[in-house]
């Protein structure tokens, strides 16, 4: 009697009983909760730390594949493990990120007004003497409130209760909640729920949102309820939902114009919704995005896109000529660092203004106070910001007029946006996770594995140096998902739907 060929896929993931899939994938999943909750400060052992988060996503990708004994995947049995790992996650002090202190400082800055975190920085002088305990744990102290309306009603009403466990709290409530706007999405649109494994046992989820209380979770959560409702057409609550999570974060108005396409009525309780937040804000006037601003143009961390391109263009790149941009008496003149007989003349009169005279590059003298007169100075880094901006608008243009289905459209611009990004924080990709989930995206999903390799800054932290970024580890965290997204493309060149 012939016997089968043995084949060690059937030793697979897929082949085991619920109860030993469940004993697997929970030796996975449950040892970074128990690293984080027993380690004095795990930015001390960031290897540590990123080999265990490495192990539960890879427990997250084994309960979400398909096998016997199905209990696991039901959406209780998803729900009641995630809900045991958030939890677990709330038990250790916050030690990766600061920014839920500025969250706990922005509600209570709102005490002296609503606008008050918009028109003032933490570290200004009106704000003496605001929360001196708090104080010292908030960074960036020059720089006005980045975070928009919605995002600052909650801190204004969470902030009585002067604690930063409650945003932990809030933040792991909405990620659990955005997990089951996602189960039903993929019931909806007939796909396996067991995916919704990808997002409610993720450790980046968990840990982000319940660890370290990003509210990106929130935003995600109002995220997904509009798009739902713009799919469904209940207009109502989707223009609803699209203003609280694109006054969560700027990100979902890439929603808006499909919106529209599909009811413009959708307008309606979007402006409505949206007038009421931003009501009691509206006061700071453009202050509002002086911080979103200043974040922009200043922040950099983890970036794939500027940081590709400006490798490419720098042997291209002329580093004495053509690097200023200037801006006086209403003309724009592109300026050489080495230019020497060039002469302004304004239209208001002024005598021409010798550039000769003008001494280094970075002191033109040309720019009069009270006046709207300006210098940009290009580099690099700065071209390609331009560069991956532009290329963000043609992939939005491809998912416009190619009329992709709403969800591959998401995926696209939320995937362009991160890649276009100069930050690229791990929380960041929250952002696109679902819409990767949706679609069955591996190399976006892969994503969401490697993006804690960025934590490996903290090896600097440990040698007593606050940040220093180590350049190759930006290629560990994309070139796999990049590489598995091509590989991808490559088998299936035309994704239906």
Known sequence: MKHP?????????????????????????????????????????????????????????????PGKGTAVHRPAAMMSLSFLLHAAALIPPVTLSSDIWRYLWEGKAQALGPATPFLYPP????????????????????????YPAATQWIFRLAAPLDSIWIFRLLAALASLGAGLVLIRLLRDQGKPVRWAALWLL?????????????????????????????ITFRRIGAGIWLA???????????????????????????????????APYLEAGPALFAGSARYARDWRFNDFGPAAVEILADPLWDHDQWRHLVFAGGRIYWVSDQVRDLRLTTP?????????????????????????????????????????????????AAAWYGRFPLSRAMLWIMGGALLASATAHPWYVLW????????????????????????????????????????????????????LLLADRRRHPQTPG
């Not at 109860?19 to 994938?25: E, F, L, S, V, Y």
């Not at 030796?27 to 192990?55: E, H, K, N, T, V």
């Not at 539960?56 to 309960?63: E, Q, R, T």
Request: charge should be positive.
């Open 5 to 65: 060929a043995f084949r060690l896929h059937d030793l697979s993931f897929r082949s085991l009983e619920g109860g030993a899939r469940i004993a697997m994938a929970l030796g996975l999943l449950s040892p970074i909760y128990f690293f984080l909750a027993a380690a004095p400060d795990p930015r001390l052992a960031p290897g540590w730390m990123i080999a265990l988060w490495c192990l539960s996503f890879a427990g997250s990708v084994l309960w979400s594949l």
């Open 123 to 146: 570290g200004h002088p009106v704000l003496t003497g605001l929360a001196p305990g708090l104080a010292p744990h908030v960074h960036h102290q020059d720089v006005s409130a980045a």
């Open 202 to 230: 993720n450790p980046l989820v968990v840990i982000e949102s319940a660890g370290s209380g990003h509210f990106d979770s929130m935003g995600v959560l109002f995220f997904l309820l509009a798009y739902r409702g713009v």
């Open 244 to 278: 609280a999570a694109i006054l969560t974060k700027w990100l979902p108005a890439a929603l808006l114009p499909f919106a529209i396409r599909r009811d413009w009525k959708v307008l309606i309780p979007l402006c409505v919704t949206g007038f009421l937040l931003m």
């Open 348 to 396: 208001s009169g002024d005598p021409d203004r010798d550039l000769s005279q003008a001494g280094e590059p970075t002191d033109f003298r040309l720019l009069e106070p009270g006046r709207r007169d300006f210098k940009l100075t290009l580099t690099p880094l700065l071209a390609a910001r331009g560069l991956c901006l532009l290329g963000l608008l043609v992939i939005a």
């Open 432 to 483: 696109i996770l679902p819409w990767a989930i949706l679609r069955r995206e591996r190399g976006w999903i892969l994503l969401s594995g490697t993006m804690p390799f960025s934590y490996a800054v903290y090896w600097s932290f440990a040698n007593g140096v606050p940040w220093n970024e180590i350049p190759w580890v930006r290629w560990l965290v994309w070139a796999p998902p990049l590489l």
